[in-house]
Structures are given as C-alpha cells and as structure tokens.
C-alpha cells in the first residue's frame, strides 16, 4: 500500500532508520573500543553519536507513526507486528537516552553501559527485522501498481449518510480501484469490464487490504499470500482465505456512482 508519508512515492520512514540503526551500533562499537585500547576519546566519540542517534530515531519515529496509523491495514497481522515493532525501538531508544544520561557522571566506558547498548542493538536488530517483514512481505509502502491500475486513489468520508455519492461515472478506468475511508470502515470502490462494484478493503485471511492488490476480470487478489475473491458475490476463487468478503451495494444517477451502506 503506498505510504502515507512518503515523498513523491517514497517512504519517507525506510529513508530515515540507516541512520539510528547506524549510530547506535558506531555507539556500541565505540565504547567497546575505548575499553580495549584505553583511550577516553572513544568513549566521548561514542557519548556525541549516541545522542545524535537518539535524535534520528526521534526523527525516523514521525513518519512511522503516520504510516503505523494510516497504512497498515487495521485488524491484521500487519498491525500487530508493526506494533510490537514499535514497542521494540521505543525500549531501545530509551536504553540509549537513559545510558546517555548515566554517561555524564560516569565512567563513560563503564561495563554496564556497554551491557546495556549492545542489549539495545539486539533490540534494533529484532525491530529492523519485522521493519524488513513489514516492507518486503506486506507490502507497506510499497506502491505496487499493475497494467492499467491508474494512480492510488482514496477518499475520506465523514458523514453518517446511507447513502454516499461516492464517484462519478468515468472518475475509474477498467480495473482501477479506489480506497474508501468511511468513518472506521474500509471499503474499495472498483471499476470492472461491465460495472462498478463495491467490497469490503479486509481480506478474510490475514487482513491483507484488497485496495492494495489487484483486479482483472472481476476478481480481486489480495497481495499478501494470494487469495482471491469473485467481487461480484465476495465467494473466495483461490485461498489461503476460506471466508467470504462483504459486497456492498451501489446505485447510479445523474452520472453519479452512490454507495449504500
Ligand atoms: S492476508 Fe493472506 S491472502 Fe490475504
């Protein structure tokens, strides 16, 4: 799914992580090193970078959140593994910050700073790992788009209507779909070869967002592990997912596409 904060296309949160990941491990490495060969300066090299990191990940955090709150899919596996990755970079920065502080009326090389960085970089590592998942396996950020598709398309509504004009007429080409917010319901909106049809954005498996696959030939495929749902019905045509998606009902006038919920 295309990012929420992104610049021109691109994630703006996988632009920022080199950075904190780098300076906490030049941090580790730092202190290390101050205690092999004994020279105060390393230690104080490692004092200045560790803040520094701690400032990036700060940075790195914002654009997280934003895609933690509006890219992820809600009540998916996504949502929890980006959750506990969270968590995971929360604790680490806050080892760093807390080592940091202690740092100043200390040994700044002491044993127990450094038993608390390189627990720290494990927890980066760990994080960086479900990053990795998040990004290559669930395809948040991603803007995967395939032949015809058009641009991402999604609109947020805010009313309590039942019924919403929710496109016009040629708004989609073929096989193009668009992402509907409607107060906490995720829907998507999609053009086929005859008609225009509405479906739940929630794919029954893991909770994958339909929005983000594709559609051909009045079938939908979720980009996780691959399930398919006819949109016409919701009926599952190829698993892993073996329950149904819901179809919501559209009606058209005036050159106007309205959704009833
Ligand atoms: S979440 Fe697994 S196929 Fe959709």
């Not at 996504?78 to 040994?107: P, Q």
């Not at 700044?108 to 990795?132: Q, R, T």
């Not at 007429?169 to 319901?185: G, T």
Request: charged residues 15%; contains cysteine; positive net charge.
């Amino acid at each position: 799914m295309k990012s929420k904060a992104h610049l021109k296309s691109h994630p703006i949160h996988p632009m920022l992580i080199p950075f904190p990941l780098a300076l906490f491990t030049a941090t580790v490495l730092f202190d290390i090193a101050a205690i092999i060969f004994n020279k105060e300066a390393l230690a104080t090299t490692a004092y200045y970078i560790q803040i520094v990191g701690v400032a990036f990940a700060l940075i790195a955090a914002v654009p997280g959140i934003i895609d933690y709150i509006y890219t992820v899919p809600p009540d998916s596996s996504a949502k929890k593994r980006a959750g506990k990755h969270g968590i995971l970079n929360t604790i680490t920065v806050i080892i760093f910050l807390v080592v940091w502080f202690y740092k100043r009326g200390e040994s700044p090389s002491a044993y127990i700073f450094i038993a608390a960085e390189l627990l720290g970089f494990v927890l980066i590592s760990v994080a960086g790992w479900m990053g990795g998942t998040l990004v290559y396996r669930n395809h948040i950020g991603v803007y995967n788009r395939y032949g015809n598709s058009g641009k991402w398309k999604e609109q947020y509504f805010d009313s309590s209507d039942k019924t919403l004009l929710v496109a016009s007429v040629n708004e989609l080409q073929e096989n193009q779909m668009k992402l509907l917010h409607i107060k906490d319901k995720r829907i998507v909106l999609a053009k086929t070869e005859n008609k225009y049809v509405a479906f739940d954005d929630r794919c029954t498996h893991k909770g994958g967002s339909l929005a983000g696959g594709s559609i051909m030939c009045g079938t939908v495929q979720c980009p996780w592990h691959g399930s398919q749902f006819n949109v016409f019905n919701g009926y599952v045509t190829a698993g892993p997912a073996n329950e149904k998606i819901n179809i919501y009902t559209l009606t058209e006038q005036d050159g106007n596409i309205y959704l009833v919920l």
